[in-house]
């Protein structure tokens, strides 16, 4: 069955770093996502990308925050000069035209020391 | 602002059913969703509804809509051990996936 696969799945840097998430999507879905979950606290929304372009951003995704589909196959969430509040499980998510269905990966959980 | 809240855990006997309830505030919610999160897992689409709709039945799987008092409600028959898991209710007001999550209910089962 298709999937949603993200790396890594844990991922530890320092306050002023960069960092890049990486996800790859399934093969033929359109619509991609990504939500994070700090530790106690709800998912939120963060981004969503459609057409090599953003459609929708959430309050949280800011000027620090980037996503790029470079090639064919990943979409990533870079992260610019991280802060130890943007610790939490970051989850990407696709979906295909005309469904209301997201399929997520497991998460990568970012840990900002 | 919208919020979704959900109760935090459910404890149930095997072979019971389990109820999973969620309220919404936001009275232009279009799409209702159940997911499901295992252990070092992501998150998993169980179900959703349209606002439009009373109810939907799945296999062991029964969703209620009460939009009057925005109240969605998972039920879930015959739960066995493999339904262990954080239970989240979101809500979005178009197809674009802007969900709103709730807290997750963490389903418990007593043997």
């Known amino acids: 069955e298709p999937e949603v696969t993200q790396t890594p799945s844990h991922q530890v840097t320092q306050m002023g770093q960069e960092v890049i998430l990486r996800c790859v999507p399934i093969?033929?879905?359109?619509?991609f996502y990504w939500y994070r979950q700090i530790l106690g606290q709800k998912v939120e929304f963060l981004v969503s990308?459609?057409?090599?372009?953003?459609?929708?951003k959430s309050e949280i995704f800011d000027d620090q925050f980037s996503v790029e589909r470079p090639d064919g196959s990943n979409f990533t969430l870079k992260i610019r000069s991280t802060k130890l509040e943007d610790s939490a499980m970051y989850f990407c998510?696709?979906?295909?035209?005309?469904?209301?269905?997201?399929?997520f990966g497991q998460g990568t959980r970012l840990t900002v020391v | 602002g919208e919020d979704v809240e959900q109760s935090l855990f459910l404890s149930v006997r095997e072979g019971d059913s389990s109820v999973i309830n969620c309220t919404y505030t936001?009275?232009?919610?279009?799409?209702l969703y159940w997911y499901k999160q295992e252990p070092g897992a992501g998150l998993q689409l169980l179900t959703y509804?349209?606002?439009n709709m009373d109810m939907k039945q799945d296999q062991r799987l029964t969703v209620l809509l009460n939009k009057k008092d925005k109240h969605l409600s998972l039920r879930i028959a015959d739960t066995q051990t493999g339904d262990s898991a954080i239970y989240f209710c979101?809500?979005?007001?178009?197809?674009?996936?802007?969900?709103?999550w709730g807290a997750g209910t963490k389903l418990i089962i007593k043997p």
């Open positions: 998510a696709s979906s295909d035209t005309g469904t209301y269905e997201a399929f």
């Open positions: 093969s033929n879905h359109l619509y």
């Open positions: 990308f459609y057409n090599n372009e953003i459609s929708e």
């Open positions: 936001d009275s232009s919610s279009t799409y």
């Open positions: 509804i349209f606002s």
């Open positions: 979101a809500e979005s007001m178009d197809s674009n996936y802007q969900l709103i």
